[in-house]
């Protein structure tokens, strides 16, 4: 069974330049998150969707950062315009169902340097 | 609201050495406990979880952890570690209350292993 897919790997960009994330979850899972992980810190839940819709996005800058799973499938994370704090590694994790006891998988993360 | 503390943020030991990596928790409800590994470039693994029953959970690796309510504790301990242990290890909490899946991470112990 293929894991959670994520490009790209790394993204090297100037503060207020834009960029884009993309995650493939694993087949069949309904839910998908987004993390920010800060080096030195634990990830960080940005926003949680439920098929395409969205359960949590409490911790989302929406100021500058946008999310969408269209499909219901794949989902694409946005910031415009970057600042230097949001250099961390993003991940995505995918999930059969939004129940606690149903294991998070994650993917290998995109590491963003904001210069 | 939850917290978790990982009270050592690096954990050198010999190999073959047993190891402890502690946690502690915050919350006025009931919880939800797991532990996550993340080995150098890559994404975050499940290593255990506890939701109910037995107190001493057992988990992938030859790793365990006992949830200690009393003490609000969750260490993890491993009797005999190896080379290929050596990666970054993440306590998390869930609020029991809720059937759904957030995860609130600590900011996670790195372990490294010495010949």
């Known amino acids: 069974e293929a894991g959670v897919a994520q490009s790209p790997r790394y993204k090297i960009i100037e503060k207020r330049q834009s960029v884009a994330f993309w995650c493939n979850p694993i087949?069949?899972?309904?839910?998908l998150y987004w993390y920010q992980q800060i080096l030195g810190q634990g990830p960080k839940l940005l926003i949680q969707f439920q098929n395409n819709g969205v359960v949590d996005d409490s911790q989302l800058p929406k100021d500058r950062f946008s999310a969408e799973r269209l499909k219901g499938v794949d989902s694409t994370l946005k910031i415009q315009p970057a600042k230097l704090e949001d250099s961390a590694v993003y991940l995505c994790?995918?999930?059969?169902?939004?129940?606690?006891?149903?294991?998070?998988?994650f993917g290998p993360g995109t590491r963003l340097t904001v210069l | 609201a939850q917290s978790v503390t990982q009270l050592d943020s690096q954990v050198p030991v010999f190999e073959e050495a047993p190891v402890e990596l502690r946690c502690n928790y915050s919350?006025?409800?009931?919880?939800?406990l797991f532990w996550y590994v993340q080995y150098p470039n890559q994404g975050l693994q499940l290593l255990l979880k506890?939701?109910?029953?037995?107190?001493l959970v057992k988990g992938i690796n030859g790793f365990e952890a006992e949830f200690n309510k009393s003490q609000t504790s969750f260490h993890l301990r491993k009797p005999s570690v190896h080379i290929s242990d050596t990666a970054e290890y993440f306590c998390?909490?869930?609020?029991?209350?809720?059937?759904?899946?957030?995860?609130?991470f600590g900011s996670g112990t790195r372990l490294s292993i010495r010949p």
């Open positions: 998390a909490v869930s609020p029991g209350y809720s059937s759904a899946s957030k995860i609130i």
């Open positions: 994790a995918s999930s059969t169902r939004d129940r606690v006891e149903d294991t998070q998988y």
């Open positions: 087949s069949g899972h309904a839910t």
């Open positions: 506890y939701l109910s029953g037995s107190t």
């Open positions: 919350s006025s409800v009931s919880v939800y």
